[in-house]
Nanobody, 122 residues
Framework: QVQLVESGGGLVQAGGSLRLSCAAS?????MAWFRQALGKGREFVSG????????IYTDSVKGRFTISRENQKDTVYLQMDSLKPEDTAVYYC??????????????????WGKGTQVTVTS
């Protein structure tokens, strides 16, 4: 079993930046970030392969968010720039093992963090 712990969420004004971190208790191969806004379903944001050559993004964050990983620390990051109020959500880290590539669907992931709140004010 892999435990995932997110950190880095907070309150920021539109146009600002935040960096989310996801620390894993041990290696989880394909990793991703999902988010869930109040009253909505959970949606895919970005994913990264093991060891990190392949990254994917949902269209609404392309060019603004960057996913990366530091494998020696079993940590995945989500750098979020040019934040918009519509990015407000709880952000969840997800991992899958032993699949090396990320997926876009929740069912593809075996491990989940508890989430970190991101609030963007206008």
């Amino acid at each position: 079993q892999v435990q995932l712990v997110e950190s880095g969420g907070g309150l920021v004004q539109a146009g600002g930046s935040l960096r989310l971190s996801c620390a894993a208790s041990k290696r989880a191969y394909g990793m991703a970030w999902f988010r869930q806004a109040l009253g909505k379903g959970r949606e895919f944001v970005s994913g990264i392969s093991w060891p990190g050559a392949n990254t994917i993004y949902t269209d609404s964050v392309k060019g603004r968010f960057t996913i990366s990983r530091e494998n020696q620390k079993d940590t995945v990051y989500l750098q979020m720039d040019s934040l918009k109020p519509e990015d407000t959500a709880v952000y969840y880290c997800a991992g899958r093992a032993p699949a090396y590539q990320p997926g876009r669907e929740e069912y593809e992931y075996d491990y989940w963090g508890k989430g970190t709140q991101v609030t963007v004010t206008s």
